[in-house]
């Protein structure tokens, strides 16, 4: 009876140690899919005190991304606010870009959370994310 009781037991042990196993193994392969997912991505912390991943545009977003930043002041972002000048909304436009993951960032929320140099900074990680050169 002991026998068959170690044999049960011993079995039961190695069955768990499988499971195990292929917990684990299931864990690494998700563990490497998002780490493959998310290896382009850059950081960036809006005055929020947020940090968001910044991820290349899509083919979508590529074409309104090369249209829009020939548009724009890159090296100094304040010049887009002149009165007579209308790039505002294409800078927003460039900047929402990033944010395409986070519904709640609007233009509103750049407006508020977004001071002149992170607007400089997201508009170069996109342009580097993606490839392209000022």
């Known amino acids: ?14 069955m768990m140690n499988q499971e195990a196993i292929e917990r684990i193994k299931k864990q690494q392969e998700a563990d490497l899919v998002e780490a493959i997912f998310f290896e382009d ?11 968001y991943r ?5 083919l979508k977003d590529a074409r309104i991304l090369m249209k829009k930043l020939g548009t724009v002041h890159i090296d100094a972002i304040i010049l887009n606010f002149l009165p007579y ?11 929402l870009l990033g ?25 170069n990680i996109l ?8």
């Open 1 to 14: 009876m002991l026998n068959h009781q170690e044999d049960l037991e011993k079995k039961h042990a190695e």
């Open 41 to 51: 991505d850059s950081e960036i912390m809006l005055r929020d005190g947020k940090t």
């Open 54 to 58: 910044i991820p290349p545009v899509t």
């Open 85 to 95: 000048e209308n790039k505002e909304e294409d800078l927003f436009d460039i900047l």
């Open 99 to 123: 944010f395409r993951n986070y519904p709640t960032v609007t233009r509103e929320y750049l407006d508020e959370h977004c001071d002149l140099e992170t607007a400089k900074k997201l508009i």
């Open 127 to 134: 342009i580097g994310l993606n490839g392209l050169k000022k």
